[in-house]
Structures are given as C-alpha cells and as structure tokens.
C-alpha cells in the first residue's frame, strides 16, 4: 500500500456553473432574458413580480420560477394574475441550484420574453449559485435597514441591480437610502439603482425600462 | 448554510477521482476557500466530518487555505491583495476593479493509498 498525492484544481461549484452555463445559453438562443431574484424573506419580491405581470401585459409575455422550502404560496399568486409559474420547492435547501430550475426548463414556452427565477429568502446563500440568469437583481427593502449591502457583501457584489424596495415606508422608518446605496455602489460600482414601492407602484416604470433595455440587447447579441 | 451542498458536491468529485484511480480510501484533502466564496470554512469542517462516515474519506484529513481577495485596479494599474473583504484599491482607492482571485472554491489536492 503506497500513498500517491493528486493534484485536482476543481471549482466545487463546477457542475453547477456547467448546468447553469448550458440554461444561460439555451435561453438567449430563444431570445429570454432570465432574472434571478434575490433577497432576505419578505423584501418584496413575489409584490414586484405581480406589479410587473400588470405593467408588462400585454407587450410582454413573463413567466416565474418561484424557489421556496415549502408551500405552493408565491406560485398560487403569481397564477392568480394569470403569468404562468412554476413552484419548486427546495425541501429544506436555502437556495436554488441551476439543477433544480433545469428540471422545469423542459416547461418553459419558446415565445416567453422574460423568465424570473424568485429564489429562496435568503441574502447570503443563492448569491454563490448561478441559475443561468442574464440579469441578477438584489433587492433590499426599508424594514431591513440601510447597513445590510456590507453585511451581505456577496450578494451585492454578484448582482446586476439594486432595488430599494416598499419606499412608501420611507417617512415611517429610519432608512438613509444614499447610505444604502452607496454601501452598494462600495462593492460593486455597476450596480444599477432603482428605488421602488410595489404597492404604489413607484420606480416600476423605470425597472421596466431597464429589462426591456436588456431585453433587447439580449436579442441584438443573437442576430 | 449551503456547505453541506458544497460538501456533496466535493465528495461526487473525489470519489470520480479515486476511482480513476482504483483507490479505496483516500487520507488528506486540501481545499482552497476564497474569501469572497460565500462559504465559511469552520462551516464546511464541520459538513466534511459529518458526511465523511462511512465513506472512501473516513479517516481524511481535511485542510483548508483560505485565498486572500485579489484584485487589479483598471485606474492605476496596482494589485491589492487583502485576507478582509476590501472593495477599494489599496493604491488609489479607486472601485474600478477587476476581480482576479478569492471568490472561488475548489479542491486543489487529495492522497490517496493505492495497492
């Protein structure tokens, strides 16, 4: 019996990123921009979303993946405003994998424009995980406090766009949104800052404006 | 706590490579944890040394390297290298930076004992 040393050098995210590459590209051959969102539970997102089914319809067509470790709940009201959804349940995981939204891909119609992917409430985890989106979208809401981005750097760093979200609750909280953002900017200089509240549907516009931007640039690289 | 999904993945890979080396057991793994990987590395120990049983790795040692954050400033040139996270170059203070190492984690080394 003689001991031999091999040397490795493998990403531990390899497959993942492997998966995720292959969902990236499939989805820009047919013309999707895909969004994964991310952020702590109850920042907002699932409220986005249904504001964005209503501002989107009916130039756009949006579909959802809603990452969760129990229930039906964020799908139900996603189908509820007519967008189709589909739930995935993590059973525990706190976050999604590119395996666990490849299982679905085989669902998702060609003629889509966008496909979010809500992932799991969770601003540490889903920020190491790339599901093959185009377009990461961090959203830190009033409640949480202006000094999170530099707690939970990584999500921060990885993500494409800040969105300060439930502003409405501005003159009840104290939140210093230039510190918030500038924490952001800190980190990762090419964040794109949007300051929006879903229930008076503030900043939506200008969210809108932003995917369609990159909507388009998505379809120009294929053609 | 995503280090246990870290931890399975690790194990796909180093029981592929023992096999490819007809290997039974394997004694001493070396992983290399970026600072900026998102993974805390008491956090995987512990993952390793409760999925290790009753597998190829059950007697392994584990090491972890932690990697320094490294990056180029695209203003001034220099490189700034920091165990803390840093967004700014140490040089400069310029954010317009290309991030050259430290947010990955890989598996660099193993041993394996091999008839």
């Known amino acids: 019996m003689k001991k031999q040393e091999i040397m490795v050098l493998e990403d531990l995210l390899g497959s993942n990123k492997k998966i995720a590459g292959d969902i990236r590209r499939k989805l820009s051959e047919k013309g999707i921009l895909a969004i994964n969102l991310l952020s702590s539970p109850g920042a907002g997102k699932t409220s986005l979303l249904e504001k964005l089914s209503e501002v989107l319809s009916p130039g756009y067509r949006m579909a959802v993946i809603e990452g969760d470790i129990e229930t039906e709940r964020d799908a139900e009201r996603i189908r509820a405003k007519g967008i189709q959804a589909w739930q995935i349940s993590t059973g525990g995981a706190c976050h999604l994998d590119a395996k666990m939204v490849g299982k679905v891909f085989s669902e998702i119609p060609s003629d889509l424009d966008f496909l979010f992917i809500e992932n799991v409430g969770n601003l540490v985890c889903p920020a190491s995980f790339d599901l093959g989106e185009s377009l990461r979208c961090v959203l830190l809401s009033i409640p949480e406090g202006d000094d999170k981005p530099k707690k939970y750097p990584k999500a921060f760093f990885t993500s494409n766009a800040l969105i300060i979200s439930k502003t409405d609750l501005l003159d009840k909280m104290p939140f210093n949104v230039d510190r918030a953002v500038q924490e952001g900017l800190d980190i990762n200089p090419k964040l794109e800052v949007f300051e929006i509240s879903s229930v008076e549907g503030t900043g939506i516009r200008e969210f809108v404006d932003y995917l369609i931007k990159n909507l388009k640039k998505l379809r120009r690289s294929n053609a | ?115």
């Open chain 2, 1 to 115: 706590m995503h280090e246990l999904s870290l931890i399975t993945n690790l194990f796909e890979i180093m029981e592929q490579k023992a096999k490819e080396k007809n290997s039974k057991k394997i004694t001493y793994v070396k992983l290399k944890v970026g600072v900026l990987s998102g993974a805390v590395p008491e956090l995987l120990e512990t993952a390793f040394d409760i999925y290790k049983k009753e597998t190829l790795a059950s007697d392994a040692v584990l090491e972890i390297e932690k990697v320094p954050l490294k990056l180029k400033c695209k203003d001034c040139g220099s490189l700034t290298i920091k165990d803390d996270l840093v967004f700014n170059c140490g040089t400069c203070g310029s954010t317009n930076l290309e991030t050259l190492d430290g947010t990955d984690l890989y598996l660099e080394k193993m041993e394996l004992e091999i008839e």
